[in-house]
């Protein structure tokens, strides 16, 4: 874009010409600071900073040194395609890979309008593209600063403000009715797959229910070049079951390729942090060049005994979540691990496959409620990026 396709009193500037990186660094054993933001307390396209550490409960390391105060922004300078921005509301320690960023003159760039333009599609591709490394990419801000972009007059950066800021508003509408279907199938599993199956249920260990004690994964370095095969990564396992796309390339090994993969899989994570241990999924991909790492375990539930989905959705219970970290043990507080021995001891009630298959039934329809809230809540996102891009733009 030339400069006379630029509106009346737009500008086109570079990024590091308007944005600072703050260094302000402090010592969270005597900041009196209480509160902590990690890589994994930011989520992918949320302002809102949800959730974070509390400073004291454990050893942070030498990267958290770096303050941050309520109204500055918050990046995640590694794996930037995860698109990690949020705004701070609180003041906090973060790592010195999450950057501190504010305007350099807040009547010249508002403070509302960075996060914004920092969620727009032309800041997350300048700062994939311009990321250093292929196993665990990273940004340099002095690179980020040369991405460059048109800056609106201050009027008209109130106005996408406002616009953005309803967009924004209706997207955390949707996604709370989002949250709202997955809180009640949570509830489903809980209720009706455990007191409600009870009387026509039959109480075994989960060992009685395999057809052969777990088997371990193989785990290797994962490579920088594409090799053709996969690893599944630790996010392949969630509270809520498989997700599909966190593969990492690495050498077809025999003991690799004797962990290889089938749909149909069941997986449950024995080693991770304490709020991932445990986590159990089904691999669901039509692929065959995947393999599952060590710090998992496959499950083969016996068919004449369980259903599949009905055992993994057994597992997910809050009941069954608080037997799972019970058993995890370790030295560590930060990796927990599961010992097959007492995973195999866990007591479950297991009602007659006729049964089973009427609460999977059940089960199916809050699935597909949820799948319908969140393509609402995906087609809610599409139309802010749409407005940011319309808004955020400049052309005459």
Known sequence: MIERDLKPGWRRVKFGDVVRQCKEKADPETSGLERYI?????????????????????????????????GQVLYGSRRTYLRKVAVADFEGICANTTFVLEPHNPNELLPEFLPFLMQTEAFNDFSVKNSKGSVNPYINFSDLAKFEFVLPPIDEQQSAIALLSAATDQCHAVEAAHRAAGRMLQSFKDSLLLRKTSSLANSFLLGDLLLRSPESGCSAPPKDADTGYFVLGLAALSRDGYVSGDFKPVEPTSKMVAAKLSMGDMLISRSNTVDRVGFVGIFSDNRDDVSFPDTMMRLQPNPALVHPHFLEALLQTTSAREFLMRIAAGTSASMKKINRANLLQMRLNVPDLDVQEM??????????????????WDAARQLTRLIAMRTIGGAA
């Open 38 to 70: 990690a890589g994994d307390h930011m989520d992918t396209d949320d302002l809102r900073l949800r959730r974070w550490g509390e400073i004291g409960s454990g050893y942070l390391g030498p990267a958290f040194h770096m303050r941050f105060k309520p």
């Open 359 to 376: 609460a999977l039934d059940e089960l199916q329809q809050f699935k597909n409620a949820i799948a319908t809230q969140k393509a609402r």
